[in-house]
Nanobody, 121 residues
């Protein structure tokens, strides 16, 4: 029932920009904190950004801080990730994920299938 579907991934040149979207359905989107997680080729999952329920608080890993911006539109049940000044190391699969409720807040209980971002010259 819960579904998260990412879109917007593409191949871009270093220094370029992309905006990823995540369409959510099957739950009350505005009641959940959300995250973006990525996986570089041959690497493990790396949490890169999070946002609280109304979008008033945002969080970033050191790897993307200052370059990426997370946001959400609760009226559209959509999560966004604006990515600027992309670098080769940003290449990978990008996933949106739902943060668990209450005692499960340290977990991501639902994930989208991912969208591919490739930064190449």
């Amino acid at each position: 029932q819960v579904q998260l579907v990412e879109s917007g991934g593409d191949m871009v040149q270093p220094g370029g920009s992309l905006r990823l979207s995540c369409a959510a359905s099957g739950f009350t989107f505005s009641s959940y904190n959300m995250s973006w997680v990525r996986q570089a080729p041959g690497k493990g999952h790396e949490w890169i950004s999070g946002i609280n329920t109304d979008g008033s608080s945002t969080y970033y890993s050191d790897s993307v801080k200052g370059r990426f911006t997370i946001s959400r539109d609760n009226a559209k049940n959509t999560l966004y990730l604006q990515m600027d000044n992309l670098k080769f190391d940003d290449t990978g699969a990008y996933y949106c994920a739902r943060v668990g409720w209450r005692r499960h807040r340290d977990e991501h209980d639902y994930w989208g299938p991912g969208t591919q971002v490739t930064v190449s010259s």
